[in-house]
Structures are given as C-alpha cells and as structure tokens.
C-alpha cells in the first residue's frame, strides 16, 4: 500500500534551517507530482510546495519563496525541503502527500521555530 514517510522536522531557533525528508512506497513515486503541506497549530492543512514528476519543475507558496526549496531524488524514492531562514510563523507539522489538499499524506513530522 502506498507509504509516506516524513522525517528530518525538530526544534530550531529562527533564522535556523532545516531539511525534511519524505520515503515513499507503494506507487510509482517517479510518475507522480509530489507536495509538501503543513498544519499550523489550531489551524487547517496550508499548501507549501509542489514538485513535477522528474523534479525539474516546481514552485513554493509565496511566503516561503525564497526561504523553502523543494526536490527529489526518484533513484531513492524520497523527496526533499529545505527551509532557510525559519520564522515562528513556519511552526508546524509537515507532511508529503500525493496531492495538493493533503488528502494521502503521511504522518507528519513537526517543526517547531523558537527563540
């Protein structure tokens, strides 16, 4: 059955970074558009990041454009974000999902920006 697994989230202090992992299995990873979304704590599920099938395309949400990148790696079945320059604002739990509602995403892995 289809898989996601995120990794890579923990505390930082802002201005930090990070760099989150996603493992997929079960489908076709290297046929499929990729997304990272988060939830915020007391709010629904925000949109990050979409990646293009052989990652040569994507685009990132605007408030974190310039601060987030996305990629993948379809050898290792796994897709990336690094997160630059982490706000307060950027608390939350990331996921990967197979689509952009987060729909069929994994179980998350929380990022927490502190001073």
């Known amino acids: 059955q289809v898989q996601l697994v995120e990794s890579g989230g923990g505390l930082e202090r802002p201005g930090g970074s990070l760099t989150l992992s996603c493992a997929a299995s079960g489908f076709t990873f290297s046929k499929n558009l990729m997304y990272w979304v988060r939830q915020a704590p007391g709010k629904g599920l925000e949109w990050v990041s979409t990646i293009s099938s052989g990652g040569d395309n994507s685009v990132v949400a605007a408030s974190m454009r310039g601060r987030f990148t996305v990629s993948r790696d379809n050898a290792k079945n796994t897709m990336y974000l690094q997160m630059n320059n982490l706000k307060i604002e950027d608390t939350a739990v990331y996921y990967c999902?197979?689509?952009?509602?987060?729909?069929?995403r994994g179980q998350g892995t929380q990022v927490t920006v502190s001073s």
């Open positions: 999902a197979r689509d952009r509602a987060g729909n069929e």
